[in-house]
């Protein structure tokens, strides 16, 4: 059983930086699509930024929403157990409930090609 869990949430003023990081277990896929997810109040959930990851050799390579591109890095631990999302030059309309997310089938860009959440992080932006 897949286990995804977050951490690293918080309250932070416009410009400032926040790191959220996602500690997976329990994956024995060679590859699978994994990344972080958002879901403002009152919004539908869209994604953050995903991509396929290869638990032996081969690059994690990120697709980037357009409204992160360029404020936003993700990046593993060298084990690939640990996703990370650093959070540059935050703005109020990136306040969400972030997830982490894997999946084994479909494109990696679609939320419907994840199985496996976590319980989610609170990032609460200030103007």
């Known amino acids: 059983q897949v286990q995804l869990v977050e951490s690293g949430g918080g309250s932070v003023q416009a410009g400032g930086s926040l790191t959220l990081s996602c500690a997976a277990n329990g994956v024995t896929d060679s590859q699978f699509c994994m990344g972080w997810f958002r879901q403002a109040p009152g919004r539908e959930r869209e994604r953050v930024a995903t991509?396929?990851?290869?638990?032996?050799?081969?690059?994690?390579?990120?697709n980037y929403a357009d409204s992160v591109k360029g404020r936003f890095t993700v990046s593993h631990d060298s084990a690939k157990t640990t996703l990370y999302l650093q959070m540059n030059s935050l703005k109020p309309e990136d306040t969400a409930m972030y997830y982490c997310?894997?999946?084994?089938?479909?494109?990696?860009?679609?939320?419907?090609?994840?199985?496996?959440w976590g319980q989610g992080t609170q990032v609460t932006v200030s103007s």
């Open positions: 991509g396929l990851m290869y638990t032996t050799i081969g690059p994690y390579t990120p």
């Open positions: 997310a894997a999946g084994r089938d479909g494109l990696c860009a679609l939320l419907e090609s994840y199985s496996y």
